[in-house]
């Protein structure tokens, strides 16, 4: 795969018109995280009710990849329960966008606000659970996303 | 202008890395002068012959190689003090880079120089290596850290430095003669003048300056000076921090170890002479070696021939840069204010997703924060692109970037 085809129509369409861009006001988990190197910064707010994510938004700044990765990212956490959430993979934000053989040093900017996402659940599950087994081994899969 | 023209081809060919070709059989044009240039024959050869020929480690075995190791390495030390103009070779001091230069100013001046209150004044286009070091110093020592800030022409706002050092506890003010970011050349002249008055040590990062111009160290009238290597056609990992010989007598060692002592007793230590009072353990020899024939092939050139073709450069880039739609360049654009170093943005693209999409035709610019966030909070921006010349470029090569940053245009339907 060319460099350049990576800016496909939808990754160009979502970083100009991000999904799910914003902040909640009265979220129950919030988290912020930045790629020391490029200095993108991913904040996302979530609403969390009957163990499911019912509203997710994210705010930040980032290249034309973070942002579209962000969209789809949170169109794919929207609604869906917190086990769910928790088994998002790299592959499912990757593969929507066809962005599953982008180099190495991309990645970081596909995947950051999926960091943050597993950094937001930890944080939520480390209050709410007694169970904390499953709330660090969420906190290592986040550390070691790429 | 035909013979300006041979040699710039002569130079070309010195540059093995420039005949190559990257991404789909394009040739490379390297525009990342500003965070390190390559390297030519001259160096290679150098530091391959110091290898091949010379290793051993210097200054205390007695046997042929030693001799000549330490020769070489030591005739370095002369090339710098000649190349920057200081007169006292014991004053010029090898480290890895600027970074480990200013580090050891903070860490063996300022440890014994810096009590509760006392102010250290630095400035907003600085890189962070002249941020991060004053501000563990600061906080250790409970004293404060303050900055001259830049006007919107990304030119220092002198009148900053008036009020911190009317405060009477200025203790340093540390600046670069020329930002790494935006190119610009810092106004020494009067910066230095005013801290002289104050009777305040300045000192002067000149990792973007000594490789692109003339810069006469006893001139500038400055207490500390650093500068990098790899920046001036030398290998990565040397660096030189100079410091005037009252100074550095006032200061303690920044490594302990071999080489930097006189006498070694069990609870005691007497201190080397100056230079290698500061130069602790084996040093970079080989590197040095090839940092010389960076300065010989420099000297060879012409500083003031470099400053001029980058000149050059630089006035048809910004000049066919401003044309592309959409192209916002920081900065002055009075070129004897500034250096070759543009940085720009491009509408809403990020400069992540500018410099992938010129980096398919083998265009190599810089995207980021440039290592100088403070900087980057100033102007409001995450990050920026950013394309900085040297002597091998030339016109034809920031054509293509022009050409290149028109497909970004299209590619984001600007």
Redesign the interface.
């Known amino acids: 795969m ?3 085809d ?2 496909h129509e939808m990754i ?1 369409d979502y ?2 018109n991000p999904i799910n861009y914003g902040k909640i006001e009265d979220h129950d988990v919030t988290f912020h995280d930045s790629n020391p ?5 991913i904040d996302i707010d979530m609403k969390i009710d009957d163990n499911t994510v019912s509203d997710i938004k994210f705010h930040g ?6 942002m579209a990765c962000s969209s789809v990212l949170t169109e794919i956490a929207k609604g869906k329960s917190i086990d769910e959430v928790k088994n998002i993979t790299k592959k499912d934000v990757l593969g929507e966008l066809g962005l599953e053989n982008l180099q190495a040093v ?1 990645i970081k ?1 596909a995947l950051l606000s999926l960091k943050v996402l597993k950094y937001a659940l930890y944080s939520y599950l480390g209050k709410h659970l007694e169970n904390n087994q499953d709330v660090d081994k969420l906190k290592e899969e986040a550390a070691n996303l790429y | 202008m035909q013979s300006a023209q041979t040699s710039l081809e002569n130079i070309r060919k010195d540059f093995p890395i420039l005949g190559r070709t990257v ?2 059989n394009k040739t490379l044009v390297y525009l990342d002068n500003a965070s390190t240039t390559q390297k030519p024959n001259q160096v290679i050869d150098a530091i391959n012959d110091y290898y091949k020929n010379h290793n051993a480690n210097i200054h205390r075995a007695v046997y042929a190689l030693a001799e000549e190791a330490t020769e070489l390495y030591e005739k370095t030390r002369d090339k710098v003090a000649n190349f920057i103009n200081v007169k006292n070779r014991n004053e010029i001091i090898f480290v890895r880079g600027t970074t480990e230069a200013i580090n050891l100013v903070a860490y063996a001046w300022g440890r014994s120089h810096i009590k509760e209150g006392d102010i250290i004044v630095t400035t907003e286009y600085e890189h962070h290596s002249n941020i991060v070091p004053w501000q563990l110093l600061t906080q250790e020592k409970k004293a404060k850290l303050e900055y001259i800030g830049m006007d919107d022409n990304g030119e220092l706002i002198l009148e900053d430095l008036d009020r911190l050092l009317s405060t009477g506890k200025v203790k340093l003010v540390a600046f670069s003669l020329m930002s790494n970011v935006l190119g610009t050349i810092s106004d020494t002249d009067a910066i230095m003048d005013k801290c002289k008055k104050a009777g305040v040590l300045t000192l002067i990062d000149g990792a973007q300056a000594v490789p692109h111009m003339k810069v006469d160290v006893e001139k500038l009238g400055c207490d500390f000076f650093a500068f990098s290597g790899h920046k001036m056609l030398g290998p990565t990992g040397i660096g030189v921090l100079w410091a005037r010989k009252s100074v550095l007598e006032t200061m303690t060692p920044f490594h302990g170890g071999g080489d930097m002592i006189r006498e070694v007793h069990k609870y005691e230590t007497t201190w080397n002479d100056l230079p290698y009072k500061f130069e602790a353990g084996t040093p970079n020899i080989a590197d040095v070696v090839g940092f010389g024939a960076a300065i010989d092939y420099l000297t060879k050139i012409g500083m003031d021939n470099i400053r001029q073709h980058e000149v050059d450069l630089t006035k048809y880039a910004i000049e066919k840069l401003s044309n592309v739609k959409g192209l916002h360049i920081y900065g002055t654009k009075e070129i004897s204010k500034r250096g070759g170093v543009i940085s720009f943005n491009f509408a ?6 500018v410099a ?2 010129i ?2 035709e083998g265009i190599a610019i810089r ?3 440039h290592c100088a ?1 403070v900087l ?1 909070e100033r102007l409001n921006v ?2 920026t692109s950013r394309a900085s010349f040297y002597i091998y470029n030339t016109k034809e090569e920031i054509d293509k970037l022009v050409d290149s940053l028109n497909k970004v245009a299209r ?3 600007l």
């Open positions: 060319s460099n350049a990576i800016y160009i970083s100009r190197l490029c200095g993108d910064s700044k980032g290249c034309a990849i973070c991309r900017c | 991404r789909e809403d693209v990020h400069p992540h997703d992938q999409i980096d398919e995207s980021g924060h966030q980057m995450a990050a590619i984001f339907k």
